[in-house]
């Protein structure tokens, strides 16, 4: 079955940042899916089948990093890149973060973050680089 545009999985507890992103990567043209847990997650990816998973670190029931370990371990899923998208990245110990695909760290440029899921997507090597925006910067979250 194929699809003409990218799918993306977004993990993240919180609702609003999840629905930024709902509609930021919809108005970029990808089809977008998201949850607020690892456990809807994993129900998720049997049925939708994403090109990426969008991952936040922090949260509930299960955390984003000791997930990210099982899906890199699972042949069924081993094959999705992982964005990690959280305002904690430097809590992800190091063997961690070389399983994701890049790091972004919240809060979010829109324009290099959708860039970096797409590479992801088109398996772009972005392996464990951390986007990063200056802090001191007056960017709202998810401006371009």
Same mark, same amino acid.
């Given at each position: ?13 919180? $609702? ?46 299960? #955390? ?5 370990? !099982?899906? +890199? ?12 998208? #959280? ?18 760290? +919240? ?27 200056? $802090?001191? #910067?007056? !960017?709202?979250?998810? #401006?371009?």
């Amino acid at each position: 079955m194929q699809h003409d545009r990218q799918r993306i999985l977004v993990v993240d507890d919180d $609702p609003i940042c999840r629905s930024i992103l709902d509609a930021v990567f919809d108005m970029y043209g990808f089809d977008v899916t998201t949850t607020d847990s690892v456990l809807g997650a994993s129900e998720l990816i049997v049925r939708f089948r994403p090109d990426v998973i969008l991952l936040d670190l922090a949260l509930p029931y299960r #955390s984003g990093a000791s997930w990210l370990t !099982q899906l +890199k371990a699972d042949p069924q899923t081993s094959h999705i890149p992982v964005v990690i998208l #959280s305002a904690l990245p430097d809590v992800l110990p190091h063997e961690r973060r070389s399983l994701a695909h890049a790091v972004v760290r +919240k809060p979010f440029r829109t324009r290099p973050l959708v860039e970096t899921v797409r590479a992801a997507c088109t398996d772009v090597a972005f392996l464990s680089r951390e986007v990063r925006i200056d $802090p001191a #910067s007056s !960017q709202p979250l998810g #401006s371009p």
